[in-house]
């Protein structure tokens, strides 16, 4: 089983900044092909965020970019999540996604994995 786990939410008054931060754990992981952080507000459908795979290819959405870095340490299996510039709008339960996670001994686990979810709240 693979865990993931999401730290660094909470309360920031707009224009402010925040890092997440997401640790793989589990099943002896050798790499892993894609990590993302997604975002789901109140009422409205998950969305993706950003996604870095393992040789360093990033993708934001519209609303995010040059605001938010994403970023990884592969040999910690860990991915960050930069957010500067923060809006009311940004305001969210964010996750984080892994797929394409290789494990010892056992090839490419065929499911993805998200995480519990931490929340990012922007007061204007």
């Known amino acids: 089983q693979v865990q993931l786990v999401e730290s660094g939410g909470g309360l920031v008054q707009a224009g402010g900044s925040l890092r997440l931060s997401c640790a793989a754990s589990?099943?002896?992981?050798?790499?892993?092909?894609?990590m993302d952080w997604h975002r789901q507000a109140p009422g409205k459908q998950r969305e993706l965020v950003a996604s870095?795979?393992?040789?360093?290819?990033?993708n934001y959405a519209d609303s995010v970019k040059g605001r938010f870095t994403i970023s990884r340490d592969s040999a910690k299996n860990m991915v960050y999540l930069q957010m500067n510039s923060l809006k009311p709008e940004d305001s969210a339960a964010y996750y984080c996604?892994?797929?394409?996670?290789?494990?010892?001994?056992?090839?490419?686990?065929?499911?993805?994995?998200w995480g519990q979810g931490t929340q990012v709240t922007v007061s204007s």
């Open positions: 589990g099943r002896r992981i050798l790499s892993i092909n894609s």
């Open positions: 996604h892994a797929e394409g996670i290789r494990i010892r001994f056992g090839g490419t686990l065929p499911n993805d994995y």
């Open positions: 870095i795979t393992d040789d360093g290819r990033t």
